[in-house]
């Protein structure tokens, strides 16, 4: 994963972040940790604000705490937030913190609320008090579009989401379009196609519970019928998304204004798992296919146009497909063999 590299390259000379006070939401999560790896790469000085000790996997690997400014606490908290924005001066804020598992709330839909939504908030009123903040995005989802009668996702589109977590994704989206229309924060919204890539330790999820499976020799479990559809971002894109957005949002044409960032290559999740299984060379590993249909809470057809970011940001997805599952793969594969040799072989006595 060369994320460092690949986001300076698309910086000219690599010098729009360096000296600048960034403060990441999230941090400590899959997308959060790369991307604070990628800013600080490029010479920010990057504040992170740290809930949980626990969940810190791809933080800590890459070795971050020593590398920027750590606050412990929660984003729901607004006296620590103010605070954190004004001592450490921030100029350029990323708000991914969130609750982003979607059984999980459905299961505490409160919990989810409560970080997604009243945390949304907190970090934008303390970004509008402290008057250096010049450049703020605001991580939403494609999952905010809800069903659509039309495929696919594209901006315009009313935001439909009505289950817990897509709820909530919708509010962050309205409460960051809210404060950037009354008090003219320099402010841009992502939304995400889902972001796969090395990292990422939620193995509830498709493509790293398959790699896994696969790598351990395990049938994989698919926990919808296999047919719904989804588009898939690899990390290093994601990331790149960011920095792009962050960069330019103070223009009047990106200002207030979300974008679309996916792959436009949708693939169902049966189809999703024999790639991966082709990738990691068990094609006779059979899928053990557990629903009958799409998952409670979950919306069967789901993919994005990201024709719009490609006409005013010039982004497009760089990494398809077929080269970020290897890349994803490798990846797993030598973390597995990593933490093998950390454990010692048992001996017989």
Known sequence: MALESRAAGDEPRATFWRGKSVLVTGAGGFVGSWLTHALVGLGANVV???????????????????????????????PLVERTVNEYEVDS??????????GAANRSPLSTFESNIKGTWTVLEACRVNKMTERVVVASSDKAYGPQPRLPYEEDMPLLGINPYDASKVCTDVLARSYQHTYEMPLTIARCANIYGGGDVNFSRLIPGTIRSALLGEAPVVRSDGTPVRDYLYIDDA??????LGKQAARSDVRGKAFNFGSDRPISALDLVRQILEVCGRTDLVPDIQGKGTLAGEIDRQYLSSQKAGRTLGWSPRVPLDQGLPRTVEWYASDLRTRSAAVPPVREP
């Open 48 to 78: 992170v604000i740290l809930r949980d000790q626990v969940g810190l996997g791809n933080f800590e690997s890459l070795g971050l705490a020593s590398r920027v400014h750590v606050v412990r606490g929660s984003i729901t908290d607004y």
């Open 239 to 244: 990331v790149g998304a960011y920095l792009t």
């Open 93 to 102: 804020c990323f708000h991914l913190a969130a609750q982003a598992i979607v």
